[in-house]
């Protein structure tokens, strides 16, 4: 059974960062394709960014380009998010998730396994 357990998540104010982490068990992380989805308040779920399983490839959604990073150790079994220069419109739940296969899809339904989530928000 996999796993997926995020931590990192907190109160920030804008324009300061966080780092969110993903430990993966049960199979190793190179198993995977690797995303990060969140919810804010009153939202629709949204696509955040990608890394692919060979780690070559990665995706950001437009509002986070440039202020976040997503990368992958999988010798630690861990994805993480490198949230800078935050923003109010950040709030939300994040959650991790997982696909078998070389994933990159911005689809949830793409995404096998899911995590519990963290809680990111952000005061101005």
């Known amino acids: 059974q996999v796993q997926l357990v995020e931590s990192g998540g907190g109160l920030v104010q804008a324009g300061g960062s966080l780092k969110l982490s993903c430990a993966v068990s049960?199979?190793?992380?190179?198993?995977?394709?690797m995303a990060w989805f969140r919810r804010a308040p009153g939202k629709e779920r949204e696509f955040v960014a990608s890394i692919t399983r060979s780690g070559a490839t990665e995706s950001y959604a437009g509002p986070v380009r440039e202020r976040f990073t997503i990368f992958r150790y999988d010798a630690e079994n861990t994805v993480y998010l490198q949230m800078d220069s935050l923003k109010p419109e950040d709030t939300a739940v994040y959650h991790c998730?997982?696909?078998?296969?070389?994933?990159?899809?911005?689809?949830?339904?793409?995404?096998?396994?899911w995590g519990q989530g963290t809680q990111v928000i952000v005061s101005t």
């Open positions: 049960g199979r190793p992380l190179s198993t995977y394709g």
């Open positions: 998730v997982a696909a078998l296969g070389p994933g990159g899809s911005r689809r949830p339904e793409d995404y096998n396994y």
